[in-house]
């Protein structure tokens, strides 16, 4: 009997504290998204959240990691995540330029909104390689992407995709990421325009698709 209600009490601060990480995360990342120039304080996650600001500290150390936990789990995992599911929708007789405009246009709508473009965008890209013991790991969250496209280019039948090894494969990512994000974080005017995305989806059927004439 005993030992039954040692793992019920386990279990009830095990959910208390699933509820605690979720209710954190939730509220910061609802208050990130309402301010283009700056990242909420202490007081506000408290007063959102209904935590007291130790319970932030107790659960991420710093409110920096708590911004770039958001970040990482809430903006770069996702877009992985949804690159995967674009290319999931194609079928092996759909060309490449097809796959590459659609997670062009996904990434560009992402990138427009208030919370990953501008000063925010910046800041939070910064905090990234500030609070990051290893910034270089930043890079391979869009790597989960590589199985899936690499799949793909196999299984293609109209020979518009290049057959790669899967270095080449994440080379090609990160050029491709630095193309469609350099201007955003450069508060470039270029950023997000229609010769933006236009340029985008060239290189991006350049990096992964077969040149003309190629075998």
Known sequence: MKEIQEFEYKKSLQLRAEKTFIDITQATDDLMQKDEGKLPTARELASKSGYSIGTFYRYFGTLNSLFAFIFIDRHLRRVAQESEEIIRQFSPHDEISAVINTIVDAAF???????HTSKKYKLL???LLKVSKKPEELNRVIDSVIPTLLQFARENVTNTCRIM??????????????????PFLEDDPFAGTAEHKKYACEFGVALFGKAKGQD
């Open 109 to 115: 709508n992402r990138l427009q909104k208030k919370k």
């Open 125 to 127: 890209m910064r905090l």
């Open 165 to 182: 090894s899967e270095n080449e494969c994440r080379l090609a990512l990160r050029a491709f990421q630095a193309i469609m994000r350099s």
